[in-house]
């Protein structure tokens, strides 16, 4: 079972939300130093993300983001507070869109 989950739904669409996701992954890798790899499909997306302890994908519908991490031994002292992080920056990036 994952360390983290959060599911959000929303009504932006699959293109909005893939926009706000790949933007989510730009600022994981800038902030965190995750590297994250971004696959596109036709009715859902997967970004991969991986580094400093966390690993873990989230998945991009029209309707939803789905994201599950698994935390190490270090990363895992501290997983209320990224769990919130994580909440944090899915309420911006949904209000921005």
Known sequence: MPDIQISRTHTL???AARAQARRWG?????KFGVQCDY??????????????GVDGQLRVTASALELQAELGFLAAMFKD????KINAQFDELLAQA
């Open 13 to 15: 669409g699959l293109a």
């Open 26 to 30: 730009e600022k994981a890798t800038e």
């Open 39 to 52: 696959a596109s499909g036709d009715t859902e997306d997967l970004l991969r993300f991986s580094g400093n």
């Open 81 to 84: 507070k990224i769990e919130s």
